[in-house]
């Protein structure tokens, strides 16, 4: 169980009914039907953000003064972490000040490190593994578009990456086939690939495949990420190469069923992923997908910190 007080680390740390509790929770917040504030003395939520960010800063910030809270802003080179100070030493000294802590960082071990040592929830806000935060939001999109996740087919096209292992876990809890597809070399992490397959429990089905047009065709939902993440700029040109037939656009969207939507969790690259046309078109709720991460994200605090 995560709630409330527990750790998100991931996708895994909260059961099938927790998921569909915070998506339920996320929807009556942004349809304004439920409001939720903190009782007596305002929370605090600290971030200790290593790498840069515009959804997922403003939408903690943003979600948190809506609950009735505030943000403490904790980038690695203001603090002593910066210096070499040990994680844990950081991490105990922190949630003795602060109720909750989101982490975006490089190594899910660091992310771990902080939970260890923390005694109060930890979030991960992205490392090189997960983006469990990114996922809520998106579900949360499909539910809305479709009214419904069981049973539709979300195609995923381009780099094996943290969001594709946290689609891969969340789709198979929440009973929404998933076809992943990447070139050769860029698949997700196979042990990730396994973890999911045992999570659908038969629900539905998660492939990794190599053939973009095989993934779309009939999709529901149609789904791109950048080529190269954070921290791999060097090997930009090489991804490129590496990826021409991965783009998005509307010839590879005609594969999909008629009513798809397309979603990309942004920044976008327009003309390497995704073209301009179908990122602008009128399949695209790219732009509501991110406007679903303040919902998603402020769902998530309420139920770590014990207000819903």
């Known amino acids: 169980m995560t709630f409330p007080g527990g750790h998100f680390l991931g996708v895994e740390d909260c059961s099938r009914q927790e998921w569909r509790r915070l998506l339920q929770l996320a929807g009556a917040l942004k349809r304004g039907e439920t409001r939720l504030s903190t009782p007596g003395a305002p929370k605090v939520l600290g971030l200790l953000f290593s790498k840069p960010s515009t959804r997922t ?10 609950l009735g809270g505030q943000t403490l802003d904790l980038p690695p ?14 991490a105990r000294v922190l949630s003795g000040y602060v109720d909750a802590l989101a982490v975006r960082t490089f190594a899910q071990e660091d992310l771990e490190a902080y939970a260890q040592a923390s ?21 949360l999109t499909l ?15 381009g780099d094996g990456n943290n969001v594709a292992h946290s689609l891969l876990l969340a789709a198979a809890l929440l009973g929404v086939h998933l076809r992943v597809a990447t070139p050769r070399r860029y698949g997700p992490d196979p042990a990730v690939v396994q973890r999911a397959q045992r999570l659908s429990q038969g629900r539905c089905t998660v492939t990794v495949l190599h053939d973009p047009v095989e993934a779309c065709r009939g999709a529901q939902a149609v789904y791109t990420d950048v080529w190269s993440s954070m921290g791999q700029e060097a090997a930009a040109q090489q991804r490129r190469h590496d990826f021409a037939g991965y783009c998005l656009n509307g010839k590879l969207l005609a594969q999909a069923a008629r009513d798809a939507v397309v979603l990309h969790c942004l920044p976008a690259h327009r003309g390497e992923e995704i073209s301009s046309e179908v990122l602008e078109g009128p399949a695209s709720r790219v732009f509501l997908q991110a406007e679903n991460r303040l919902y998603g994200q402020q769902a998530l605090l309420a139920l770590l910190l014990d207000l819903a």
């Not at 991960?124 to 939001?137: G, K, M, R, T, W």
């Not at 539910?143 to 096209?157: K, N, P, R, V, W």
């Open 77 to 90: 080179d203001s603090t002593q972490v910066g210096r070499g100070e040990p994680i844990a030493d950081t």
């Open 57 to 66: 800063r403003v939408s903690f910030a943003v979600a948190m003064a809506r």
């Open 119 to 139: 005694a109060v929830p930890v979030i991960n806000a992205l490392s090189d593994v997960e983006h469990p935060c990114q996922v809520i939001a998106d579900f």
């Open 143 to 157: 539910q809305e578009c479709f009214s419904h996740l069981d049973g539709l087919t979300m195609a995923y096209i």
